[in-house]
């Protein structure tokens, strides 16, 4: 078995760094600048020197031929990696390790992948885990969901470690969703703590947002209980709760009217505006969906937002 990781930010470095502590491990990046010579990557994850059995390389073609492909790219990159570089890619084991809904077709990773490589065998990793932990070696449990049930055995086998321990399940689409909409939620946790709304104002906002992840992953045919799983409820729960989150960190600075640093991958913002629209088409209500993505718009500002949760047509639970 041998992995490689395309993409090497904060998470796709961490993973790299925690599977070779238990196998030799590649991580691909288009520069690879300082971080070959320094064996560290001290732009995106400062502090955590890689393992003699990290091979770190800018030539796709060394990269590709692991037996496992990790792609922690950013959500709304993942269609432009994979068709840049779709004839290497063909017939791989391709696993999204990103969170989000893209934008412009309304589709997660898996169905990306699915598109624009179609006889690779796609699968997602995901659940609560920041990129320090896991660099770390501090231990978590994560979610690996393949539709190929045979498949996913293999890749769950091949990429737990002594500290992540994979679960796995069938079910994609409710893990992508999982992953995608804690994101939003967080948004919306972390701007009611910054407008200091209180802990709980936040937890109903985590608890109502888990019932419009509810809401759409039904509408979409995923299980139920894959969103009470690592990747919905697990993630939720870390991403709504810590300032280690961009996604929260983001939500934070709205409601105290604070900038943010517009380079930061913040996931949820894409997939505010990407699954505020697929509710509307659907008919679907997901009202902190649409409070998040009219505060990123500047629509709405926090005390308008909450005006609007506050004052809905009373109703059953
Ligand atoms: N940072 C974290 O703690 C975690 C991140 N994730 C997910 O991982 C994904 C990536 O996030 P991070 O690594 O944190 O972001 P990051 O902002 O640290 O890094 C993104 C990386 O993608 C690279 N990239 C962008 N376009 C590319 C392209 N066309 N070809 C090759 N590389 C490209 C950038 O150069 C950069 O190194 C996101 O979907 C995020 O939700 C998941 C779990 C934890
Ligand atoms: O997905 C994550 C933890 O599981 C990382 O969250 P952020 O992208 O908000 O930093």
């Not at 990290?54 to 993942?78: G, N, S, Y």
């Not at 930061?264 to 997901?286: C, P, Q, S």
Request: hydrophobic share 45%; net charge negative; aromatic share 4%.
């Amino acid at each position: 078995m041998s992995v490689s990781v395309l993409g090497a930010g904060a998470f796709g470095t961490a993973l790299a760094i925690s599977l070779a502590r238990k196998a030799p491990a590649t991580l691909w990046a288009r520069q690879v600048g300082e971080m070959a010579k320094t064996r560290e990557n001290s732009k995106r994850l400062p502090g955590c020197p890689f393992p003699d059995a990290l091979t770190v390389t800018e030539d796709l073609t060394a990269a590709v031929q692991a037996d496992i492909l990790l792609l922690a790219v950013p959500m709304q990159k993942l269609r432009d990696v994979l068709e840049t570089h779709a004839d290497l890619l063909k017939g791989k084991h391709l696993v999204a390790c990103c969170k989000g809904i893209e934008l412009n077709s309304g589709v997660g990773p898996v169905m990306v992948i699915s598109q624009t490589i179609p006889d690779a065998t796609a699968a997602i990793l995901t659940g609560p885990s920041f990129a320090a932990d896991i660099a770390r070696g501090l231990p978590t449990a994560l979610t690996l969901a393949c539709a190929d049930a045979e498949a996913g055995a293999y890749l769950q086998e091949e990429l737990t470690t002594e500290n992540l321990r994979l679960y796995r399940t069938t079910d994609t689409i409710g893990a992508e969703l999982g992953g995608a909409l804690k994101n939003v939620i967080a948004i919306a946790s972390g701007a009611a703590i910054g407008a200091g709304l209180g802990e709980s104002a936040r937890a109903a906002l985590m608890t109502r947002g888990y019932a419009e992840m509810q809401r759409l992953a039904a509408h979409l045919n995923a299980e139920p209980t894959t969103l009470a799983g690592l990747s919905g409820f697990g993630d939720l729960t870390l991403t709504c709760t810590s300032e280690q989150s961009r996604n929260y960190r983001l939500g934070q600075s709205l409601g105290a009217g604070r900038a943010f640093d517009a380079d930061t991958t913040v996931e949820g913002a894409a997939t505010a505006r990407a699954v505020d629209a697929l509710a509307r088409d659907a008919g679907l209500d997901m009202p902190i969906t649409r409070a998040v993505a009219g505060l990123l718009d500047q629509e709405l500002d926090v005390a308008t937002a909450m005006k609007s949760l506050l004052t809905r047509p009373l109703k059953e639970e």
